[in-house]
């Protein structure tokens, strides 16, 4: 060993503190003990409930499963049924209709009520408050309420088509506007969320921008043009993945609705799961429908990411 | 004069269409309002009635004594109470140690943890119900509650959140001789108190509406919570409308109340989910 007594036992604290990682003495260690101490919960958590569901669902997805009777392993045979079948193949088209017909609307509307929100004018608190209120009622509940409302003896919808002459407006029964019941329902529910969010994004711009803008002469859809929306973009990010997750998640409504009819016009992706998996018992064949519905969730985001990226360095 | 005459024109003509919006956006809920005091014939009147004739409280006493509502609605308190304060006990203290302390697999929880913000609730829902089921915990309250004990959002809220802490504080506390723990409950939680407030509400939004676990984990009545019962009771009383209706305006109005009551930061919150302060 070379160097001074005190040179040498640095040396050699800092081996061991090397060495010993986390079992050392030293305050560093102490802090790294500490810190897995407070993590210990999101470790089993996360692992129990997230991460071995994960690996859990594709491995069940390999085999024929009754939850009764003794798994058999049957490869990538679900898979392949899966893609022959038709139901399925309609589910996934059906959750796509739903979704991008939900949520597109939706951002227009949100983005443009928070514009009006963005500004200030008399009572602006207590509409905020009221255009609200729709996000706070639990989603079983404005289902039932959407239940009367396409009623077609009393509903509104049938009542105002009767009042315009068109009788036998039968909005849950009829294949052709049972989805866009569905849509109509979802958009007034999920708007609100959006605006608020959209308001929270146009608050962190900074006024400067708007100031300087004035300076050089900008009209107000010069600002919207290049001053709001661009710098609105991690925002719309944020909107666009949140809202389609939502969105290819729904199952509420349709399970109070339609249960997924008429025939099949609303069976989305979760009800396709849900009934192969809990009304007939089918768990490999429902774990590999959840597996292609991660990846079909995990394909859009990634496209989304690419786009907004790519937008922002061009 | 004419210009801010038009100007006056203007906000006459903005509170016109936001009091229309108003009206349109409220429909729904006033619609279930009313017709929770109609009687079944009012409702089934073809004549479209907007308001009941008279105010039916017999529906609300009916409700009450047609089905288990009250234990419902205690089920819901007890679970969605209980899944509250888990989060608000483990949230905090993972949110601390992923913003102050530094540790072999830090980076993997925390990817982790984002990553399963993107993960839907449906994609895991069989693998989850094996995994209660194998605990033998199907139809008990730790099947409903355990579940949903963290949140991934709600961890990156207080990480988010306590990151803002300065270090110095914290320093100065150990340097004083305050243990660990003491610090965490005595100087990380009371900074973040408002941030804690924000994830009651998010959690309680997100618990009080839950549907689908409810729906396969639970089995028979006991254990239904306010979604299930109400959905169950629309299957066995196909036309009482005038009695769904009564039930949902129960099942609404504590998320209403807690709202009216926590505006500000219940809107804060809900913006909050987008990381943006």
Not at chain 1, 198 to 207: H, S
Not at chain 1, 213 to 236: E, H, K, S, W
Not at chain 1, 257 to 266: D, E, I, K, Y
């Amino acid at each position: 060993m070379f160097g001074t007594p005190q040179e040498q036992s640095l040396r050699h604290q800092s081996f061991h503190q090397r060495r010993r990682g986390i079992l050392g003495n030293t305050l560093e260690a102490r802090k790294k003990r500490l810190g897995l101490v407070f993590a210990l919960p999101a470790f089993l958590f996360f692992g129990a409930f997230y991460l071995y569901p994960l690996f859990q669902t594709f491995y069940v997805s390999l085999f024929s499963w009754g939850l009764l009777d003794d798994p058999k392993f049957l490869g990538m045979t679900n898979y392949s049924r899966l893609f022959t079948d038709k139901e399925f193949i309609n589910s996934v088209w059906v959750s796509f209709l739903y979704s991008f017909g939900v949520v597109i609307p939706i951002w227009f509307i949100a983005l443009g009520l928070a514009l009006i929100f963005n500004r200030t004018f008399p009572g602006r608190q207590a509409y905020l408050t009221v255009y609200y209120i729709p996000a706070v009622i639990s989603l079983t509940v404005w289902s039932l309420i959407w239940l009367l409302m396409y009623n077609p003896t009393f509903g509104i919808f049938s009542v105002a088509a009767r009042a315009l002459g068109i009788t036998g407006l039968r909005m849950l029964d009829d294949p052709s506007t049972a989805m866009p019941a569905m849509i109509i329902l979802s958009i007034w529910k999920g708007t609100p969320v959006y605006m608020v969010i959209f308001i929270a994004g146009l608050r962190a711009i900074p006024n400067d921008y708007y100031e300087a803008a004035q300076i050089d002469g900008a009209n107000a859809a010069q600002c919207l043009l290049y001053i709001t929306l661009p710098l609105l973009r991690p925002v719309f990010l944020y909107v666009m993945v949140i809202s389609i997750i939502e969105a290819f998640k729904v199952f509420t409504p349709m399970y109070i609705l339609t249960n997924g009819g008429p025939g099949s016009a609303t069976r989305v992706l979760s009800m396709f799961i849900f009934q192969n998996g809990f009304q007939y018992l089918k768990m490999g064949y429902a774990s590999a429908a959840s597996v292609i519905f991660l990846l079909i969730l995990l394909a859009l985001a990634i496209i989304q990411f690419r786009l907004l990226r790519f937008q922002q360095n061009d | 004069m004419p210009r801010s005459m038009a100007r006056l024109f203007m906000v006459v003509l903005g509170q016109i269409a936001l009091l229309a919006g108003a009206i349109l956006i409220m429909t729904p809920v006033l619609y279930m309002v009313s017709a929770s005091f109609m009687t079944n014939d009012e409702i089934f009147s073809t004549r479209f009635q907007i308001l009941p004739s008279n105010l039916n409280w017999g529906n609300y006493i009916e409700v009450f004594a047609r089905f288990n509502f009250m234990r419902y609605l205690s089920n819901s308190v007890f679970v969605t109470g209980a899944i509250v304060f888990l989060n608000l006990l483990f949230s905090p203290m993972i949110g601390y140690s992923l913003a102050k302390f530094d540790y072999p697999g830090k980076n993997i929880l925390m990817l982790f943890i984002l990553a399963t913000v993107m993960v839907p609730f449906t994609a895991i829902l069989i693998p989850l119900f094996l995994i209660v089921r194998g605990l033998g915990w199907v139809n008990t309250y730790q099947g409903l509650i355990v579940p949903f004990a963290m949140s991934a959002f709600g961890v990156f809220l207080m990480r988010q959140f306590i990151i803002s802490v300065p270090d110095d504080y914290l320093d100065a506390a150990r340097i004083d001789g305050a243990g660990e723990f003491r610090i965490y409950f005595q100087i990380v939680l009371p900074l973040i108190q408002p941030a804690l407030i924000t994830l009651a509400i998010i959690v309680f939004v997100a618990s009080w509406d839950e549907f689908l676990w409810v729906l396969v984990a639970t089995a028979g009545d006991t254990l239904r919570t306010l979604p299930i019962g109400l959905a169950k009771f629309r299957e066995q009383y196909q036309t009482r409308f005038e009695l769904m209706m009564a039930g949902s305006v129960i099942a609404a109005a504590p998320m209403v109340v807690v709202f009216l009551a926590l505006q500000r930061r219940f809107l804060q919150g809900m913006a909050g989910l987008s990381g943006l302060k």
